[in-house]
């Protein structure tokens, strides 16, 4: 049985704390940014820059900190929204990329990518770069989940034998870890 809150004063204030909590002006200033993006390229170039610039080990910047994979998400909604808009069949959506190349191609690159791996940290860059360029919208979840299970499979395989006996300055030291502080 759901919660009710007891008068209409309490929908109310809870209605003010939920647009409280949920925005900020970082939030309101991308927002605004991505919702004057009109076309797939558009939306796409913009997913791309901020992924480079605020997303991943290797990011070249921290200073949207917790807002980045909120934006992340809104980018990727208007990039998908944008996408089936101007998809002309359900082949498309479901069988390519949303830059247009065969997904199940795309699919067998990186799996090939993966049979070159024989070492955890090498995989784990694999698994990164796999999630950071392939990640729906970008591949259909119909091609992206099967080779994200496989290349995570190799991982935990490869991890296996001795991640849990390395200490934790040298496994940071191994992935090229830079430790920082969120607040």
Known sequence: MAWKPKSKASIEEIEQMKQHWYTSPVREEWAAKIASLGTVAD???????????????????YELKKEANWIESRIEMRLAQLHSEESISDDA???????????????????KK?????????????????????????????????????????????RAPTYLTIPLDELRQLRGVTEISVQ
């Not at 796409?44 to 910047?61: S, V, Y």
């Not at 069988?95 to 799996?111: D, M, P, Q, Y």
């Not at 770069?129 to 995570?152: D, G, H, Q, S, T």
Request: glycine share 4%; proline share 7%.
């Open 93 to 111: 959506l479901l069988n390519k990329t949303i830059e247009g190349e065969c997904a199940a191609t795309v699919a067998s690159r990186w799996l």
């Open 114 to 158: 993966a049979d070159g791996a024989h070492d955890p940290i090498a995989m784990q860059k694999i698994c990164t770069a796999y999630r950071k360029a392939c990640k729906p919208p970008m591949m259909p979840i119909n091609y992206f989940a099967p080779v994200e299970k496989a290349l995570v499979s190799k991982l935990l395989k490869l």
């Open 43 to 61: 939306a796409l170039a913009c997913l791309k820059a901020f992924k480079i610039q605020h997303l991943g080990p290797d990011r070249e910047t």
